[in-house]
C-alpha cells in the first residue's frame, strides 16, 4: 500500500520551544492530509485537516495558532508546535489520502511522540 | 461526547480460539467504518472496512458485522494468533459526505495467548 513516512519519531524539548513535525507521501500525492493526536490510553483526536495551497480547517478547541499547519506541496504537510509547553506531550500523527488507492484510501505515518519537559 | 466507543479496554484471548472486538457509534450519519491495528509508538495500520450498504465483510482471519439498528460493529479474529496482539481502534466516517476525516473508539488492547 501506500507510504506515509513521518519524522522525527520522537522528540524532547524545553517548554517554551517549537517543535516542527513532517508527514510526508512517498508514493502518491495527497491534496489532503489529517493530523490526529493521542494522550495515553485515549483515542486518537482529529486536530486539523490540512489542504495543500490553502488554510488547514481546524476542530473544534485546538488553537490554530499554536498548531501551525503547513501544506505547501502535493506530498507534504507539517505541523508546528510553538510555545510548547508539558501540556502538549502527546503521540501525534499524520494520515494522507491516497485517491487512487483501490482499497482503503487513507495512509498514516508512524506518529511522533512529543515529550516537553 | 464520545461518538464512537469501545467499551471493552482488554480482551485476552487464547490462541486459536476467536477475538471478538466491538465498538458501538450514537452518530447515525455514519456510514463507512474501519478497524485499524495499532502497535506501541507505531501508526494505525488499516484492517478491514465495511459500508452502511452491507453488514458483513470478510478478509482471511478478519471479519466484520455491522447491526445499524442497534448502530453497532464488531471485529471477529479467528482463529487467533499472538501476532494479533495490539491495540484494536474502530473508526467510522461520514464517507459518503464532503470529508471522510475519522472518529475513533478509544481503542481495545487484544493479547493472544500462545
Known amino acids: 500500500g501506500a507510504v506515509v513516512s513521518q519524522h522525527p519519531s520522537w522528540v524532547i524539548c524545553k517548554s517554551g520551544t517549537s517543535v516542527k513535525i513532517e508527514c510526508r507521501s512517498l508514493?502518491?500525492?495527497?491534496?489532503?492530509m489529517f493530523w490526529y493526536r493521542q494522550f495515553p490510553k485515549q483515542s486518537l483526536m482529529l486536530m486539523a485537516t490540512?489542504?495543500?495551497?490553502?488554510?488547514?480547517?481546524?476542530e473544534q478547541g485546538v488553537e490554530k495558532d499554536k498548531f501551525l499547519i503547513n501544506h505547501a506541496s502535493l506530498t507534504l504537510s507539517t505541523l508546528t508546535v510553538t510555545s510548547a509547553h508539558p501540556e502538549d506531550s502527546s503521540f501525534y500523527i499524520c494520515?494522507?489520502?491516497?485517491?487512487?488507492?483501490?482499497?482503503?484510501?487513507?495512509?498514516f505515518g508512524s506518529g511522533t511522540q512529543l515529550s516537553v519537559l | 461526547d464520545q461518538q464512537v466507543k469501545q467499551n471493552s479496554p482488554s480482551l485476552s484471548v487464547q490462541e486459536g480460539r476467536i477475538s471478538i472486538l466491538n465498538c458501538d457509534y450514537t452518530?447515525?450519519?455514519?456510514?463507512?467504518f474501519l478497524w485499524y491495528k495499532k502497535y506501541p509508538a507505531e501508526g494505525p495500520t488499516f484492517l478491514i472496512s465495511i459500508s452502511s450498504i452491507k453488514d458483513k465483510n470478510e478478509d482471511g482471519r478478519f471479519t466484520v458485522f455491522l447491526n445499524k439498528s442497534a448502530k453497532h460493529l464488531s471485529l471477529h479474529i479467528v482463529p487467533s494468533q499472538p501476532g494479533d496482539s495490539a491495540v484494536y481502534f474502530c473508526a467510522a466516517s461520514d464517507y459518503g459526505g464532503a470529508t471522510n476525516k475519522l472518529i475513533f473508539g478509544t481503542g481495545t488492547l487484544l493479547a493472544v495467548q500462545p
Open positions: 508514493d502518491f500525492q495527497a491534496t489532503t
Open positions: 452518530n447515525s450519519m455514519f456510514d463507512y
Open positions: 494520515s494522507a489520502r491516497d485517491l487512487a488507492a483501490t482499497n482503503e484510501k487513507l495512509f
Open positions: 490540512s489542504n495543500e495551497g490553502s488554510k488547514a480547517t481546524y
